[in-house]
């Protein structure tokens, strides 16, 4: 090999694990935005938080997170003004939201390409979420009730039948 092709190589290399080294940056930057927001979500709804943690046995980020794709789906599959209704009765709504994992985060967007999503994946894209949480799939089936529950107790059983009826 001559000096040039050497430098080149070496060059290629340089650059090739420059990108890599930055590519998981960002993707370790992305999982500590989720973590502070999973944390966020669980002091601005403890009682939530804690109900669920307490029935699924998870830590309260895992469980902000749980309600958070959760509340993100029944958001995609309501009307605006029932969601409202909804979110009323859920102290720190917005920040659960943010708490959800990325792909069920999508699902909570307005827009018709949410909706089709959310039609689509329902709660089998949950499992996927909760998966991503460090939680077992079968957890959805736990979590249900427990924010149907929670919201019918502060919102009144009109809106925990809304949240019902979609998360079915």
Do not use: H, W
Request: net charge positive.
């Amino acid at each position: 090999m001559t000096g040039k092709t050497c430098a080149a190589i070496i060059c290629a290399s340089f650059v090739v694990l420059s990108f890599s080294t930055g590519s998981m940056g960002v993707s370790y930057g992305a999982q500590d935005l989720t973590a502070k927001a999973q944390e966020a979500a669980a002091k601005a709804s403890p009682e939530l938080v804690g109900m669920l943690s307490k029935e699924m046995g998870a830590t309260s980020a895992q469980s902000a997170g749980a309600a958070g794709a959760l509340f993100g789906l029944a958001k995609s599959r309501l009307k605006p003004e029932e969601f409202s209704q909804v979110s009323k009765a859920v102290p720190g709504m917005a920040s659960l939201l943010k708490a959800a994992p990325a792909a069920a985060a999508v699902l909570g967007t307005s827009g018709s390409m949410a909706q089709l999503a959310g039609a689509a994946g329902g709660l089998a894209s949950m499992g996927s979420a909760f998966s991503k949480l460090g939680l077992k799939p079968e957890m959805v089936a736990k979590a249900i009730p427990v924010l149907t529950s929670f919201v019918g107790k502060t919102g009144g059983a009109n809106v925990a039948g809304l949240l019902a009826g979609v998360l079915k």
